[in-house]
């Protein structure tokens, strides 16, 4: 059976965009041009009836170029306020390329806490069940502006991987700097051969996830979206890691087309999550 046939019957899809695939590398300034495609793809798939969550980075990139720090900052004052400043641009962006096509956005910022706290947990699927029922896309981040090092999930791998379990998605999407999982960095192996299908995530593929060496804007590297398919794959949804350079890449994927690394879907949900929550 060819799993990549099976991709456009997906009902809820959560889509992962990295900082590196929103923002010019040279300035750290939104790429307008690529967001417009990314909405009109979003937008695509709401029309074909699908339920889409898209978890957006970039809040600390954009705040950062904003304020005019010449790089990342790296004082954690400094990145929640660039946080604060950018992820209120990143939605005055997103709302405004929405609602060209009347298609309506919200916004949830989560932290650890929010997860963690059954109360809040619930409440937080209560929130996005109804925004979905009302067609709406939720654009999630980690609410950087109030969560200290303590509180953070880290990255938004880790957080997208999470959002699909907790909304019961089918399939997530993580859309990075790269063209998927290779047996080693890319970066620094040239010898590393290209991953196209995982069905087991074994200690042996775990290792392989490396540190992040290119971007200077992403966090985590390859090592976080392999903690995030671990936790995508145990709540029962497919995973793909692409390469967000060109945001058309989403209908192709959904149209089957053999791009990206596939990570398989457990047959019968496990207990990894509230395990993983338990220890965040
Ligand atoms: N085994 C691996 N396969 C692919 N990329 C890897 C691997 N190990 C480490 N990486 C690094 O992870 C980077 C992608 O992660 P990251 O910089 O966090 O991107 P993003 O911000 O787009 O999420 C790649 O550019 C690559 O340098
Ligand atoms: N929450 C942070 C992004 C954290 C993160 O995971 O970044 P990335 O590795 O670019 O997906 C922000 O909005 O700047």
Do not use: W
Request: charge should be negative; aromatic fraction near 6%.
């Amino acid at each position: 059976m060819d799993l990549r046939e099976h991709l456009k019957d997906k009902k809820r899809i959560v889509i992962k965009i990295g900082s590196s695939s929103l923002t010019h590398p040279e300035t750290g300034a939104l790429n307008l041009t690529k967001m417009e495609v990314l909405i009109r793809e979003i937008t695509d798939l709401r029309n074909q009836g699908k339920d889409v969550v898209l978890v957006s980075s970039g809040a600390i990139a954009v705040g950062s170029q904003a304020a005019g720090f010449p790089k990342r900052p790296e004082r954690t004052e400094e990145k929640q306020a660039c946080a604060a400043i950018g992820q209120a641009r990143l939605m005055m962006i997103y709302q405004k390329l929405f609602s060209e096509y009347n298609q309506s956005c919200a916004q949830i910022l989560m932290t650890k806490s929010t997860v963690q706290n059954n109360l809040s947990r619930l409440n937080a699927y209560h929130t996005f069940e109804e925004l979905l029922k009302l067609g709406v896309v939720p654009i999630v981040n980690e609410n950087d502006t109030v969560s200290t090092y303590e509180m953070k999930f880290g990255d938004n791998d880790r957080l997208s991987a999470i959002v699909t379990a907790l909304v019961g998605a089918d399939l997530l999407i993580l859309l990075s700097d790269i063209d998927g999982l290779f047996t080693d960095d890319p970066h620094t192996n040239p010898e590393a051969e290209f991953i196209d299908e995982v069905h087991e995530l074994d200690e042996d593929l775990l290792k392989m996830g490396k540190d992040t060496s290119s971007s200077n804007v992403g966090t985590g590297g390859m090592a976080s979206k392999l903690t995030a398919a671990r936790l995508a794959v145990s709540s029962g949804a497919d995973m793909i890691i692409a390469n967000g350079k060109d945001f058309r890449i989403l209908h192709r994927l959904m149209n089957g087309e053999h791009l990206g690394t596939l990570f398989a879907g457990a047959s019968g949900k496990d207990f990894y999550l509230m395990d993983y929550l338990e220890k965040l």
